[in-house]
């Protein structure tokens, strides 16, 4: 079947170009890390939120630093999440002034452009459910009144997947309103040496200076929309979620936001990859970033993969999808 090649973004270069430098700037201070950095500002620039789930000292924080003074003018704020967290300390609360004798409403940290919300397993579920109408719609309810958040908004909630004592896991509502799940991982030697020579002399982050405005990047979320997605790639995208339902090892497989949000993102990737197109490998490497923090496995999947660690056992059930669903072949050069 004859395939229409894909149509071009309009003059892509000054788009690939602010691409470039985001991902270029943001990897002056967390180094070695390039494929990971990708992954969150495609969720950044597809307006999707991410959970990084890494060891502490492995630049979580740092990276969302970075994000945010990346983009001129960018607010970041950050919440460190604790039992004793209410979600009025997230989202704000209106407080009486004795001098007008009127309620004034003070917002709260998710007031801003990047949200840190650090250790976000550690807060009460009446707490963490107060992200959901933010992460899903861009607003906050408080007292009745709705109103809207910064835009671009991107949050970045962290956990830490050794320490369980005192934690609350995330319920599946809540795993659903992030795009991915990503993690940093630990640097090889010689990164780690790069690193420790960066700080001899203070922080690499304290000299970053914004690589591009809050309207480029709302340009550049814009341009995903253009990004060309054959019929054939977008027909398999949808049939890969759909196997994700009815593949053995899963009890609970991606729902169609699943297939939203895989679509939209390997977008993104492709945009920040330089491409005007997607090809089914953008698909394929998103698929246990956007999909594995979705999936719920049986028992006896865990059972069976127990020596596993979680990504080896997802990577497992991710062939097995492959293999209900293999890429198709679109022949672009034709």
């Given at each position: 079947?004859?395939?229409?090649?894909?149509?071009?973004?309009?003059?892509?270069?000054?788009?690939?170009?602010?691409?470039?430098?985001?991902?270029?700037?943001?990897?002056?201070?967390?180094?070695?890390?390039?494929?990971?950095?990708?992954?969150?500002?495609?969720?950044?620039?597809?307006?999707?939120?991410?959970?990084?789930?890494?060891?502490?000292?492995?630049?979580?924080?740092?990276?969302?630093?970075?994000?945010?003074?990346?983009?001129?003018?960018?607010?970041?704020?950050?919440?460190?999440?604790?039992?004793?967290?209410?979600?009025?300390?997230?989202?704000?609360?209106?407080?009486?002034?004795?001098?007008?004798?009127?309620?004034?409403?003070?917002?709260?940290?998710?007031?801003?452009?990047?949200?840190?919300?650090?250790?976000?397993?550690?807060?009460?579920?009446?707490?963490?459910?107060?992200?959901?109408?933010?992460?899903?719609?861009?607003?906050?309810?408080?007292?009745?009144?709705?109103?809207?958040?910064?835009?671009?908004?991107?949050?970045?909630?962290?956990?830490?997947?050794?320490?369980?004592?005192?934690?609350?896991?995330?319920?599946?509502?809540?795993l659903d309103r992030f795009a991915l799940?990503?993690?940093?991982?630990?640097?090889?030697?010689?990164?780690?040496?790069?690193?420790?020579?960066?700080?001899?002399?203070?922080?690499?982050?304290?000299?970053?200076?914004?690589?591009?405005?809050?309207?480029?990047?709302?340009?550049?979320?814009?341009?995903?929309?253009?990004?060309?997605?054959?019929?054939?790639?977008?027909?398999?995208?949808?049939?890969?979620?759909?196997?994700?339902?009815?593949?053995?090892?899963?009890?609970?497989?991606?729902?169609?936001?699943?297939?939203?949000?895989?679509?939209?993102?390997?977008r993104a990737w492709a945009l920040l990859?330089?491409?005007?197109?997607?090809?089914?490998?953008?698909?394929?490497?998103?698929?246990?970033?956007?999909?594995?923090?979705?999936?719920?496995?049986?028992?006896?999947?865990?059972?069976?993969?127990?020596?596993?660690?979680?990504?080896?056992?997802?990577?497992?059930?991710?062939?097995?999808?492959?293999?209900?669903?293999?890429?198709?072949?679109?022949?672009?050069?034709?």
């Amino acid at each position: 079947m004859e395939q229409p090649k894909p149509e071009p973004i309009h003059d892509p270069a000054p788009i690939h170009e602010t691409a470039r430098r985001l991902l270029a700037n943001v990897e002056r201070v967390v180094i070695g890390k390039h494929d990971e950095i990708a992954l969150v500002l495609a969720a950044l620039v597809s307006g999707g939120h991410v959970l990084l789930e890494d060891v502490p000292g492995t630049a979580k924080t740092i990276l969302a630093r970075s994000i945010a003074q990346t983009i001129d003018g960018a607010d970041f704020s950050r919440i460190q999440c604790t039992p004793d967290l209410q979600p009025t300390d997230v989202t704000g609360l209106s407080i009486f002034n004795q001098k007008t004798r009127e309620f004034e409403y003070r917002a709260g940290p998710v007031f801003a452009n990047v949200v840190l919300v650090d250790e976000i397993n550690r807060a009460m579920p009446r707490t963490q459910s107060a992200l959901l109408e933010a992460m899903g719609e861009g607003q906050v309810t408080v007292d009745g009144v709705t109103r809207p958040l910064p835009n671009p908004f991107l949050v970045l909630a962290t956990e830490n997947p050794i320490d369980q004592e005192g934690t609350f896991p995330l319920p599946e509502a809540q795993l659903d309103r992030f795009a991915l799940r990503a993690g940093l991982g630990y640097p090889d030697e010689g990164e780690e040496i790069s690193i420790v020579l960066a700080q001899r002399h203070g922080h690499p982050i304290e000299a970053l200076e914004p690589a591009i405005t809050a309207d480029e990047l709302r340009t550049l979320q814009r341009a995903v929309e253009d990004v060309y997605v054959d019929d054939l790639v977008l027909q398999w995208t949808v049939e890969l979620v759909r196997a994700t339902r009815r593949v053995e090892g899963v009890a609970i497989g991606a729902s169609v936001r699943g297939s939203l949000t895989l679509e939209r993102t390997a977008r993104a990737w492709a945009l920040l990859q330089g491409r005007d197109h997607v090809v089914p490998e953008d698909v394929e490497r998103l698929f246990l970033p956007v999909l594995g923090h979705r999936l719920f496995l049986t028992a006896s999947f865990l059972a069976d993969t127990r020596g596993l660690q979680r990504d080896e056992a997802l990577a497992t059930i991710r062939d097995r999808c492959l293999e209900l669903a293999p890429p198709p072949a679109p022949d672009w050069d034709a």
